[in-house]
């Protein structure tokens, strides 16, 4: 998925140890440590405007940028990046490409590069998207890359996760199946009710379902659709089957600020990266409340 | 812990282009519906300044009926209920979570749909005006 030139990487790291120990070190050594760092990145640049000359292509990077702890960086605002284009790049590759050959205080989270750890959802042309599953050759040029809205910026690409991970904490996002069942046995699920809840375990915790949510930004203690999402796995989990249990889940599902709070604007399953179908689950939790109330039957 | 940089007004209103159909549809949903209230109130109003007798009330009607703008904005009353109505039956259908994958597309159809009774309706909207029938 991800292609990237690993000596970079190494010589990156190796200057952001070098000024890490700088302190320790006399001021010639420091001299030189910051010497050799730039040195290193102005190589990094010049390998750059050559692989530019010789790719095909190459593309414009708009970045947003922001450092509360650093003068000059307070007042957002947006870099240029010009990176060559290489077939299968994807828009973390270039961020990547551009944090390696021009600045490396560009700041943004990854890890996996495949989709899996969540940790590099972003704001990319207009839509919230996982970096590292999105096509360069998919998106409109020059590509415009912000921070997740509705929540804080920390810096520069990275925004604070906390209030999106006590949501999802908040549904007790953990299988609490039978407590008599025999210690050290398999609890089996039927293939059938595998299939139920396959899409709704499939969530990455990447939280652009919930920077997407209109309803989310207006109301701070929504739950949001990972966290609803998150509930239904558990719900719907036959294997769950106490009934205080269920009711339990519910309570939380159907309070002020749970499941009745969407508007089934679409927002969430249309940025969701591993395609959970979010609507969908919320609107049938919330039948299930509506059924549990009214029971006519 | 960090501080942080508020994004402000843009963050809510400035990415208005950015919509997918599903917002769309819940703006113009809430629009139109408001838009209905607003006009139930004035249609109250009006009426009811009309109802000294049955002169009084054909005369406001006449009069209110040869302006054009009237005309006009009875079209628009008309586009609003059509989208509020086709939209409102697609939001039940959500509601009972039928077809939600293509919600969109039934949003478009509302949008075609509610074109194409308005086109259809503006012959009998503009009929009579002017001294005619
Ligand atoms: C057959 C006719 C109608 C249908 C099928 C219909 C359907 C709906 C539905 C399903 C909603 C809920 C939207 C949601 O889930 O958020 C709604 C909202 C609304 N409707 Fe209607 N409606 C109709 C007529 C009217 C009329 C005549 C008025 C005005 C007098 C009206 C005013 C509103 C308003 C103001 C809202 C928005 C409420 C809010 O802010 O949540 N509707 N309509
Ligand atoms: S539901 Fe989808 S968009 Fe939301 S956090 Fe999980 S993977 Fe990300
Ligand atoms: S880097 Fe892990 S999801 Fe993108």
């Known amino acids: 998925m991800s292609t990237q030139i690993p000596e970079q990487e190494a010589e990156a790291e190796s200057s952001a140890e070098a000024e890490a120990d700088a302190s320790a070190e006399s001021p010639q050594e420091k001299r030189m440590a910051k010497k050799a760092e730039s040195a290193s990145y102005r190589d990094a640049q010049k390998k750059a405007q050559e692989e530019i000359e010789a790719a095909e292509r190459a593309v414009q990077l708009k970045v947003f940028r922001y450092d509360p702890e650093v003068e000059g960086k307070q007042e957002p605002r947006f870099d240029e990046f010009h990176v060559p284009f290489t077939k299968g790049m994807t828009v973390l590759d270039a961020l990547m490409y551009a944090r390696d050959h021009y600045d490396p205080s560009l700041t943004f989270r990854h890890s996996c590069r495949q989709a899996v750890c969540g940790s590099d959802a972003m704001f990319v042309n207009g839509q919230q998207r996982l970096c590292c599953k999105t096509q360069m050759s998919e998106l409109e040029w020059p590509v415009r890359v912000e921070p997740l809205p509705h929540q804080d910026v920390v810096k520069d690409l990275v925004v604070d996760m906390q209030h999106f991970y006590d949501q999802m904490h908040s549904v007790e996002p953990y299988f609490q199946g039978d407590e008599n069942a025999p210690s050290g046995e398999e609890q089996k699920q039927t293939r059938e009710n595998r299939e139920k809840i396959k899409m709704s375990t499939r969530c990455i915790w990447c939280g652009a379902c919930m920077s997407s949510c209109n309803i989310a930004a207006g109301d701070n203690e929504y739950l949001g659709p990972a966290a609803i999402n998150k509930a239904y796995r558990f719900y719907m989990d036959e294997r769950e089957d106490q009934e205080e249990l269920e009711e339990h889940r519910l309570r939380i599902l159907e309070q002020e600020h749970g499941v009745w709070r969407c508007q089934t604007q679409f927002s969430c399953t249309e940025v969701c990266p591993k395609d959970i179908p979010l609507t969908e689950h919320i609107q049938e939790l919330k039948r299930e409340a509506v059924k549990n109330n009214l029971k006519f039957w | ?133």
Do not use: C
Not at chain 2, 4 to 14: Q, T
Not at chain 2, 97 to 113: E, M, R
């Open chain 2, 1 to 133: 812990m960090s501080q942080s940089y508020n994004r402000g007004l843009v963050e809510d209103f400035g990415r208005w282009k950015e919509f997918q159909a599903g917002m769309w549809a819940w703006i113009f949903h809430k629009f139109t519906g408001w838009i209905l209230v607003g006009y139930l109130f004035t249609h109250i109003a009006v009426l009811s300044t009309a109802i000294q007798g049955p002169e009084s009330y054909t005369t406001t009607l006449q009069s209110l009926e040869s302006i054009f703008v009237v005309r006009i904005l009875e079209i628009g009353l008309l586009s609003t209920a059509v989208f509020h109505i086709l939209n409102g039956t697609r939001l039940l259908l959500v509601d009972l979570g039928i077809g939600l994958g293509s919600q969109d597309k039934s949003f478009y159809a509302s949008l075609v749909l509610t074109g194409a009774i308005v086109v259809a309706s503006v012959p009998t909207f503009l009929a009579g005006l002017g001294g005619g029938v």
